[in-house]
Structure formats: C-alpha cells, structure tokens
C-alpha cells in the first residue's frame, strides 16, 4: 500500500473528503498546508508545477500526482481497501451507480461549494446562480435518499457505504454555512447521521460543533 501526501486547505470540503475517507479506511499520511485563502498559495509557481489547474486537494503517492477528487477517493478504496466495498469495481451495476454519485458530488462542489465560499470568504461568483442551483441540487439529493428510505436503505449506492457517499457528504452537511439549513431534509438529516456514525469517522477542525446531529435530525 502506497503512503501518500496530501496538499491540504483544513477548511476546503474536498480536501476533507479525502481526510475522511482516509479515516474510514484508517490509513496514515501526510499533509503540506496550502494557504489557500487569503494567500493563494494553490496558485504558487510550486503548487502549479504539481497541479497546473490551481485547485486543492493534489494527493502524490510516489511518481503518481492526483489532482481531482473523484480519483483520490477511487484510488485510495482500490489501493487500501482489499474487500472492494468501498468501490465495488467487480459489480457492473454497483459500479456505475457509484460513477454517477461522484458526478453529482462534482455538481455539488459547484453548486452548495460555491455559495459556501462566497459566504465565507466573499469569493467571486454568480451569487443568484450557485444559490439557485445548490437548492436544486438539496432537494434532488433529498428526493433520492427519500427513495432510498422507502427500500429500507441507508446508503447512496447499495447496502453499505461507498466512496459515493464519502463524495457528496461534505458540502452537503457543510450547507448551513451557505445559509442552507437542513431543517426541511429529514431524508438528509439522517443520512449525514448515518455517515458521521461510522467507525473512523474524522471531523473537520473547528467546524464539527456547528454541524453536530442526532438520528432524528435536530441540530445537537
């Protein structure tokens, strides 16, 4: 198993999903501190050399450098997680269901990721476009798990946790720093309980008390 590093912002969400799911598998690594915010370090002739795109997480595990979340998780469940449940490869079905979750998990980055940011640290951005879409994207996921209670499941993608859950926990549970309550989600109230109650489950410093649940969804 490769140990890797991990350039990190402690309060970016896609950093933390990478910390999180290294938690959850119990793996060990490094992390170099980006300053992302007000610094830009990502932006850094140092940091483009590694990811010319400019963004966080890059995750370097010998001569391999990632630079997109959606791998980091892929890579980390193939490479430490020898049952293959994490990222059911084997199953077809399973499989590709999991590749449409990391697609939303991209959209919710754009979307609740977007107007978190704005709100704050003021970051430039179509403020009515990443409102209206991050409320788009909650009521869909809303709808979705809805479903997924009705066939007396727990989880995004079969009957256990999966990288796709990993993937869109983040700036879903995050979504009241954009002014995105959860009071109206019952559905993703407890499904983000669900996922803080795994074993391994890591926090994000500072942010924890703010986004603290019980199963049944009020804010403890």
């Known amino acids: 198993m490769s140990k890797f590093t991990l350039y990190n912002y402690v309060l970016s969400g896609n950093c933390y999903k990478i910390r999180l799911m290294a938690g959850l598998l119990g793996v060990t690594y490094d992390t170099v501190a980006v300053d992302f915010y007000p610094g830009l370090e990502q932006r850094s002739e140092r940091m483009l050399a590694l990811n010319p ?11 391999l450098v990632l630079s997109e979340t959606q791998a980091m998780l892929a890579w980390l469940a193939t490479t430490h997680d020898p049952s293959g449940k994490w990222y059911p490869i084997k199953d077809a079905s ?3 269901q999991v590749l449409q979750w990391l697609g939303f998990s991209a959209r919710l980055t754009t979307s609740v990721g977007a107007a978190r940011l704005n709100a704050m640290l003021d970051w ?5 476009a990443v409102r209206s879409a991050s409320r788009k994207d909650l009521d869909e996921l809303e709808l979705r ?3 997924r209670v009705f066939a007396n499941q727990t989880w995004l993608v079969g009957d256990r946790p999966t990288i796709a859950d990993i993937a869109c926990f983040p700036y879903v549970a995050l979504s009241p720093d954009a002014g995105f309550e959860h009071d109206g989600y019952p559905a993703i109230r407890n499904w983000l309980y669900a996922v803080r109650s795994l074993p391994g489950f890591v926090t994000m410093p500072g942010i924890h008390p703010l986004h603290e649940l019980r199963e049944d969804g009020a804010n403890g």
Do not use: I, N
């Not at 795109?53 to 001569?63: R, S, W």
């Not at 430039?124 to 009515?128: C, I, R």
């Open 124 to 128: 430039p951005v179509d403020v009515e």
């Open 94 to 96: 399973l499989h590709a």
């Open 53 to 63: 795109a400019g963004t966080l997480p890059v995750l370097v595990a010998g001569d």
């Open 145 to 147: 798990l809805t479903d």
